[in-house]
């Protein structure tokens, strides 16, 4: 029996309301995640998740 291991984690593409620049985040990240341009704050930690304070372009596989 062969056991297959499922990724539950993904990368996300979120977009900057302030500024619209896009950036690539972790969908299980444990630091906050700052916009590279303007420095507001995109992601926010929540217990092994986040929250996402931005627009989500894509969800990468």
């Given at each position: 029996?062969?056991?297959k291991?499922?990724?539950t984690s993904r990368?996300?593409?979120v977009v900057c309301p302030r500024?619209?620049?896009k950036q690539i985040?972790?969908?299980k990240s444990s630091m906050k995640v700052k916009c590279v341009s303007c420095n507001r704050l995109?992601?926010?930690t929540r217990g092994?998740?986040?929250r996402?304070?931005?627009w989500v372009r894509e969800v990468l596989q």
């Amino acid at each position: 029996m062969e056991m297959k291991q499922c990724m539950t984690s993904r990368f996300v593409r979120v977009v900057c309301p302030r500024c619209g620049n896009k950036q690539i985040v972790f969908g299980k990240s444990s630091m906050k995640v700052k916009c590279v341009s303007c420095n507001r704050l995109l992601v926010k930690t929540r217990g092994g998740k986040i929250r996402i304070r931005a627009w989500v372009r894509e969800v990468l596989q």
